[in-house]
């Protein structure tokens, strides 16, 4: 269903994003409520657009049979969605959210 490029990209995110939370949850001192909240936020959005690129993905998928060389340009929506989360992510760590 998804190939090599796709597990990549989104294996950075499961990275990136389990990074956030280790970091978050080791912070020293803890982050300010403010802080968390602003981050839990971004987090929330960065899992969203992953989530709704990937029910496309899915949808297209399906649609086409199975058959992925049909679904090229879903994939790379999916890819730059993920990509793109990912990036959130790594901007709400520095302090520049969403």
């Known amino acids: 269903m998804i190939g090599n490029d ?21 912070h020293d001192p803890p982050l300010a409520l403010s802080r968390q909240f602003s981050v839990g936020r971004a987090s929330s959005e960065a899992v969203r657009i992953a989530y709704e690129s990937w029910v496309d993905y899915e949808k297209a998928y399906h649609s086409a049979g199975g058959r992925v060389s049909q ?18 992510l790594v901007r709400a760590k520095a302090g520049g959210l969403a």
């Not at 990136?16 to 970091?23: S, T």
Request: charged share 30%; aromatic share 6%; glycine share 6%.
């Open 6 to 26: 796709v597990i990549e990209v989104v294996a950075e995110f499961v990275s990136v994003k389990a990074g956030i939370e280790l970091w978050m949850g080791r």
């Open 71 to 88: 679904i090229d340009k879903e994939r790379d929506a999916l890819i730059l969605a993920v990509r793109e989360a990912a990036a959130i």
